[in-house]
């Protein structure tokens, strides 16, 4: 009679261990990338604050010098003393919109532009503006742009500069006459001596060997310099061409 096996039961085996062995390789791994990951941030974030800290706060990319271009009536002094950035302030700190403003405040300056000149320079390029007529001031001359900005005062009148007499108070004169001026043609010009002005509606041109012109307002400036041009082909010392309708002369 045979007998029947007993069953044995199953073995029972904790995975406490292997959880544990996991859990370690897990730590080990999640330190191995953080400790790559910071090697990277401190390699990037190293050489990024070196660098910040030469450009913006070391005077290694300090201001040296002043470079000024475009100045003729103004020298490069003048200029440079509004400039005001000292000397060793780092180049990238520099506020060339600032230096802009205080170079532009000058009355001789039309336009400016301020660019930095790597690693140590400062470039200053200025358009000043060209007097067209003396206007008289005391012992002095007052000159004037073409829009009636002051540029300079002076001792005498300077040679391409045109003098300009007007009453003393009459702004909308000194308006006038410049206005006329601009819209003169080149070919006219070449003979024009000096202008008067007793207002805003009187305007009266000299030109060579004597020649008055009445050229009147400023309007109609055009019709007036064809009629002008064609008057001065007859003789005469008086030429009318305020009201360019009807032209005379004497």
């Known amino acids: 009679m045979s007998r029947t096996p007993v069953a044995r039961p199953p073995r029972v085996v904790s995975a ?12 080990r791994a999640h330190r191995s990338v953080w400790a790559r990951r910071t090697g990277w941030g401190l390699g990037i974030c190293l050489p990024l604050a070196l660098l910040g800290w030469l450009v913006l706060g070391s005077s290694l990319l300090g201001l040296q010098k002043v470079v000024v271009a475009g100045e003729h009536r103004l020298t490069a ?24 403003s205080r170079v532009g405040a000058l009355a001789a300056v039309a336009g400016v532009t301020v660019t930095r000149s790597w690693p140590h320079g400062l470039k200053v390029t200025v358009v000043e503006r060209v007097p067209v007529v003396a206007v008289p001031q005391g012992a002095n001359v007052l000159l004037l742009d073409t829009h009636g900005v002051r540029v300079a005062t002076m001792k005498a009148v300077p040679a391409g500069v045109y003098p300009l007499a007007v009453p003393a ?12 001026l601009r819209g003169l043609p080149m070919v006219l010009r070449h003979d024009l001596v000096r202008l008067t002005a007793t207002s805003p509606e009187q305007v009266t041109l000299v030109l060579t060997h ?17 009629a002008l041009r064609a008057l001065l082909k007859m003789p005469g010392t008086v030429f009318d061409v305020s009201a360019p309708g009807v032209v005379t002369r004497r």
């Open 77 to 100: 002094a003048q200029i440079t003393a509004v400039v005001d950035v000292p000397a060793g302030t780092p180049l990238a700190r520099v506020d060339t919109s600032a230096v802009a």
């Open 210 to 226: 004597g020649r008055r012109v009445l050229w009147g307002g400023a309007a109609d400036g055009r019709a007036k310099a064809l």
């Open 169 to 180: 108070t009459d702004r909308a004169a000194t308006v006038a006459a410049l206005a006329v």
């Open 16 to 27: 406490a261990p292997r959880l544990a062995a996991r859990a370690d390789a897990d730590r």
